[in-house]
């Protein structure tokens, strides 16, 4: 499994580099929104861990334009479209608003906490 993970706090992304690895995840990182759409459009990610507030563009902004790139198609099957990229926004907001936006698959409330980052990945990949 590889994630990407997008924020424009070096030590935020440092710290969930660290504890993807520890789940035995691949990740990258993107500083900000165009990085990682550029990204996206370069790999084939399992999931996107998205700060909601960049300098950039905002986290929805960055979604959109994810769920705008178009998924891969697995050539040893065919015209079978590949699962789609999971997208999990992270943020120190209040998580229950964000609980209708279609965007994102999960949130993962700051400060980040290792049971929980495990908990919804293990939910975003069954």
Known sequence: MIALIVDD?????????????????????????????????????????????????????VAEAIRGISDPIDPTVGAVAIRPVRIIVVTGADISRLANVPLFDGALPKPFVFAELKKILDKMMA
Request: glycine share 6%.
């Open 9 to 61: 706090d070096m030590y935020n992304r440092e710290l969930l580099s660290r504890m993807v690895a520890r789940l035995g995840w691949l990740a990258d990182t993107a500083e900000n929104g165009s990085q990682a759409i550029a990204a996206c459009k370069a790999a084939r990610y399992d999931v996107v861990l998205l700060d909601l507030n960049m300098p950039d563009m905002n986290g929805q902004v």
